[in-house]
C-alpha cells in the first residue's frame, strides 16, 4: 500500500505558523539573555539573585533551542547571521 502525498508529507498550513512561533521563541530568548544584566541591581540576597539568575538562564536556552528547532535550520542561520559581524564585508566570505 502507497501513501498519498496528503499523507507522506506533514501539514503544510501550520508551518508558518510554526516558523513564526520559533522566531517568536528566539526573540524572547533575547530578552531574557539581557535581562539577565539587570539581576545584580535587584534588592535581593546573593542566593535569590544567583537562583533568578540560574532560572532565567536555563529559560534563555529552553526558549533558544525549542525556537530553534521549530524555526528550522534555515531560519536560524538567517537570523544569526544579521548578528554575526564580517571581517570583509559580505557574510559569504572566508578568510583564505
Same mark, same amino acid.
Given at each position: 500500500?502507497?501513501?498519498?502525498?496528503?499523507?507522506?508529507?506533514?501539514?503544510?498550513?501550520?508551518?508558518?505558523?510554526?516558523?513564526? %512561533? *520559533?522566531? &517568536?521563541?528566539?526573540?524572547?530568548?533575547?530578552?531574557? $539573555?539581557? @535581562?539577565?544584566? =539587570?539581576?545584580?541591581?535587584?534588592?535581593?540576597?546573593?542566593?535569590?539573585?544567583?537562583? %533568578? *539568575?540560574? &532560572?532565567?538562564?536555563?529559560?534563555?536556552?529552553?526558549? $533558544?533551542? @525549542?525556537?530553534? =528547532?521549530?524555526?528550522?535550520?534555515?531560519?536560524?542561520?538567517?537570523?544569526?547571521?544579521?548578528?554575526?559581524?564580517?571581517?570583509?564585508?559580505?557574510?559569504?566570505?572566508?578568510?583564505?
Amino acid at each position: 500500500m502507497t501513501q498519498t502525498n496528503s499523507e507522506a508529507a506533514p501539514d503544510r498550513p501550520h508551518r508558518p505558523m510554526m516558523i513564526r %512561533l *520559533g522566531v &517568536a521563541l528566539i526573540l524572547v530568548s533575547g530578552v531574557l $539573555w539581557f @535581562s539577565l544584566f =539587570a539581576i545584580p541591581f535587584l534588592p535581593l540576597t546573593i542566593g535569590q539573585k544567583t537562583g %533568578l *539568575g540560574a &532560572a532565567v538562564f536555563a529559560g534563555v536556552q529552553i526558549a $533558544w533551542w @525549542s525556537g530553534a =528547532a521549530l524555526a528550522g535550520p534555515t531560519v536560524v542561520q538567517k537570523l544569526t547571521g544579521w548578528f554575526r559581524r564580517s571581517r570583509h564585508g559580505s557574510p559569504d566570505k572566508t578568510n583564505g
